[in-house]
Protein backbone atom coordinates (compact mmCIF):
# COMPACT_ATOMS: atom_id res chain seq x y z
CA UNK A 1 0.00 0.00 0.00
CA UNK A 2 2.96 2.22 0.55
CA UNK A 3 3.20 2.76 -3.03
CA UNK A 4 0.33 3.90 -3.42
CA UNK A 5 0.06 6.80 -0.56
CA UNK A 6 1.39 9.59 -2.58
CA UNK A 7 -1.08 10.17 -4.88
CA UNK A 8 -4.04 7.56 -4.34
CA UNK A 9 -4.60 7.22 -0.64
CA UNK A 10 -3.06 10.46 0.74
CA UNK A 11 -5.48 12.27 -2.41
CA UNK A 12 -8.99 10.13 -1.18
CA UNK A 13 -8.10 10.97 2.82
CA UNK A 14 -8.06 14.63 1.55
CA UNK A 15 -10.80 14.50 -0.20
CA UNK A 16 -13.28 12.62 1.65
CA UNK A 17 -11.67 13.50 5.41
CA UNK A 18 -12.77 10.61 7.21
CA UNK A 19 -13.07 10.77 11.25
CA UNK A 20 -11.97 7.14 11.40
CA UNK A 21 -9.74 5.05 9.31
CA UNK A 22 -8.79 1.47 9.59
CA UNK A 23 -5.74 0.08 8.26
CA UNK A 24 -5.33 -4.61 8.17
CA UNK A 25 -2.26 -5.90 8.18
CA UNK A 26 0.49 -2.74 9.53
CA UNK A 27 3.21 -5.58 9.79
CA UNK A 28 6.11 -2.95 10.81
CA UNK A 29 3.91 -0.01 10.12
CA UNK A 30 5.63 1.95 7.25
CA UNK A 31 2.35 2.88 5.99
CA UNK A 32 0.57 3.56 9.13
CA UNK A 33 3.38 6.07 10.07
CA UNK A 34 1.97 8.11 6.79
CA UNK A 35 -1.25 7.71 8.01
CA UNK A 36 -1.15 8.87 11.51
CA UNK A 37 0.61 11.58 10.11
CA UNK A 38 -2.08 12.31 7.93
CA UNK A 39 -4.66 11.91 10.99
CA UNK A 40 -2.43 14.16 13.23
CA UNK A 41 -4.40 17.28 13.93
CA UNK A 42 -7.31 16.44 12.07
CA UNK A 43 -9.36 14.44 14.17
CA UNK A 44 -9.39 11.05 12.93
CA UNK A 45 -8.74 7.79 14.98
CA UNK A 46 -6.82 4.89 13.11
CA UNK A 47 -7.52 1.44 13.78
CA UNK A 48 -4.55 -0.55 13.37
CA UNK A 49 -5.13 -4.41 12.76
CA UNK A 50 -1.90 -7.04 13.06
CA UNK A 51 -2.08 -10.38 15.22
CA UNK A 52 2.01 -9.57 15.40
CA UNK A 53 2.47 -6.12 14.91
CA UNK A 54 6.35 -6.09 14.53
CA UNK A 55 6.56 -2.15 15.99
CA UNK A 56 6.40 -1.43 19.39
CA UNK A 57 2.97 -0.95 20.39
CA UNK A 58 3.52 0.66 23.42
CA UNK A 59 5.81 3.22 22.10
CA UNK A 60 3.46 4.20 19.05
CA UNK A 61 0.72 4.53 21.17
CA UNK A 62 2.02 6.86 23.45
CA UNK A 63 3.63 9.16 20.33
CA UNK A 64 0.14 8.81 18.54
CA UNK A 65 -2.62 9.20 21.10
CA UNK A 66 -5.06 8.91 18.20
CA UNK A 67 -3.86 5.17 17.39
CA UNK A 68 -5.90 2.39 18.22
CA UNK A 69 -3.97 -0.94 17.95
CA UNK A 70 -6.01 -4.29 18.10
CA UNK A 71 -4.02 -7.42 18.07
CA UNK A 72 -6.13 -10.17 16.63
CA UNK A 73 -7.43 -11.12 13.15
CA UNK A 74 -9.07 -9.21 11.40
CA UNK A 75 -12.35 -10.68 11.21
CA UNK A 76 -12.32 -10.70 14.78
CA UNK A 77 -11.03 -7.25 15.11
CA UNK A 78 -13.44 -5.50 12.67
CA UNK A 79 -16.37 -6.71 14.36
CA UNK A 80 -15.50 -5.05 17.59
CA UNK A 81 -14.45 -1.76 15.61
Known sequence: MLAFWPEGIRSLFDALKPGGI??????HGKTLDR?????RGRD???HSVDPAPRYDVS???????????????????????
Open 35 to 39: VLEWA
Open 22 to 27: VEVGSE
Open 59 to 81: AWTEKHPHLRVHELPSLVALSAI
Open 44 to 46: AVV
